[in-house]
């Protein structure tokens, strides 16, 4: 792939698939969460916070930790990225009126998305959604794999949803094909490991 295309590319991941997670809540993001997220620190040599998404995803993963019927508390979001490029973390803690009933809808909603398409942010993704064998986080996890062309590009996206206690935490890393599983766990337990 070259420069200007994987530039393009990324622009295009970080307005489709780190929103994915992040949403766009009415919910401030809150002191104690935004505290217990993933930093720039934890994480490799050259990767930086990235600020460039403004989209909404696409189908079924648009605003996914906002199911419907249960009332959202409090969130915070941050999206990290390398040098401004590919791979890509994502990471969103969201309380809820009731957490266990909140995950309980948000993995039920993936595991019924199987096809997504749509356009946020101007640019256009279509794609397939299945659930992952992965090892078990917190008191409850569903891990998602996702695939999605954009702008003629795949991309791969790993997701995972874990209820710890009354939080519950949205992470996923996207790629070009494949992710690095080991380096998502590493970064899964690093997250995990903040929320208290």
């Known amino acids: 792939m070259g420069r200007t295309t994987r530039i393009v590319t990324f622009t295009a991941i970080a307005l489709l698939l780190s929103t994915e997670v992040v949403g766009a809540s009415t919910f401030a993001s809150t002191p104690r969460l935004s505290a217990e997220l993933l930093s720039v620190s934890q994480m490799p040599i050259g990767w930086s916070t990235d600020n460039s998404s403004s ?3 696409v189908g079924c993963l648009t605003t996914l930790l906002e199911p419907k019927g249960i009332k959202q508390t409090s969130h915070a979001s941050i999206t990290l990225d390398v040098n401004g490029n590919t791979p890509l973390v994502s990471e969103k803690l969201a309380t809820y009126s009731n957490a266990k009933i909140a995950y ?3 993995v039920a909603i993936l595991s019924r998305c ?3 398409s ?3 942010g101007g640019i256009k993704a279509t794609g397939i959604v299945g659930e992952m064998s992965f090892p ?3 008191n409850a996890s569903a891990a998602f794999s996702v695939s999605l062309v954009i702008q003629g590009t795949t991309i791969d ?3 995972l949803i874990v209820r710890k206690v009354n939080v519950v935490m949205g992470i996923e890393e996207a790629d070009a094909p494949p992710v690095d599983i080991s380096q998502f766990q590493g970064f899964i ?3 995990l490991a903040n929320v208290k």
């Open 104 to 106: 309980k809808k948000i």
């Open 157 to 159: 996206d790993d997701l």
């Open 114 to 116: 199987k096809h997504v």
């Open 55 to 57: 989209g909404n995803g």
């Open 136 to 138: 078990h986080y917190g």
């Open 118 to 120: 749509g356009t946020s």
């Open 189 to 191: 337990v690093r997250a």
